[in-house]
Structures are given as structure tokens and as C-alpha cells.
Nanobody
Framework: QVQLVESGGGLVQAGGSLRLSCAAS????????MGWFRQAPGKEREFVAA????????NYADSVKGRFTISRDNAKNTVYLQMNSLKPEDTAVYYC???????????????????WGQGTQVTVSS
């Protein structure tokens, strides 16, 4: 059984930074692309960033490009989301997810992911 456990959320002022972590267990982490999604109150879950199984390819939502960086450490079975220059509109619950298929590139659609973490709250005050 795959488990994904996020950490690192919290309350930060606009312009500040946070680093989210997602520790994975249950299947060979290095074979799977990973993604970060977020959901604000009253809104649909949206794609934030993804990284391929190898780490060589990344993908970002336009709203976070240049501010957020996704990375992975396959030795630690962990994926990270470094968030800089945070804005109040970044406030949401952030979820990490693992792609269904091995050796994926990190897709945008939530339908490509079969395991999800429980989420971590990020609140950015103005």
C-alpha cells in the first residue's frame, strides 16, 4: 500500500517562503513521477507542479512559474516543493500525488495520479 505524507505547511506572510516535503512509501519511488496539487476553499483542485521519474523533467502551472521549484531525492523517497515569493492567492491545502504508471513524465491531469497524500495547509497573509 502506497503512503504519501506531506509536511512543511504553515502560516507565512506575503513574500515569504515555505518548503513542502512529501515522503513516499509502498512502491519503488524512483520509478514514478510525482506531482503537487492544491485546493482552495470553494475551488477545484488544481495542478501546481510535477517532476518526472528521473527528475530530469519538470512542469509548472503558469501561476507559480518562477516562484516555485519542485525537486526529488530518490535516495530519501521524498519530493519537495520550494515556494518563494508567496502570495495570498497561494493559500490552499497542498497535496502530493504519485502517477499511476511507471516512468512517467509528470502530467497535469489529476486523473494520471492514483495515490494522494492527506494534504498540508498553506496560508499566506497579506
Amino acid at each position: 500500500q502506497v503512503q504519501l505524507v506531506e509536511s512543511g505547511g504553515g502560516l507565512v506572510q506575503a513574500g515569504g517562503s515555505l518548503r513542502l516535503s512529501c515522503a513516499a512509501s509502498g512502491r519503488t519511488f524512483s520509478k514514478y513521477a510525482m506531482g503537487w496539487f492544491r485546493q482552495a476553499p470553494g475551488k477545484e483542485r488544481e495542478f501546481v507542479a510535477a517532476i518526472s521519474w528521473s527528475g530530469r523533467s519538470t512542469n509548472y502551472a503558469d501561476s507559480v512559474k518562477g516562484r516555485f521549484t519542485i525537486s526529488r531525492d530518490n535516495a530519501k523517497n521524498t519530493v519537495y516543493l520550494q515556494m518563494n515569493s508567496l502570495k495570498p492567492e497561494d493559500t490552499a491545502v497542498y497535496y502530493c500525488a504519485q502517477e499511476k504508471d511507471e516512468y512517467g513524465l509528470g502530467y497535469v491531469s489529476p486523473g494520471n495520479y492514483d495515490y494522494w497524500g492527506q494534504g498540508t495547509q498553506v496560508t499566506v497573509s497579506s
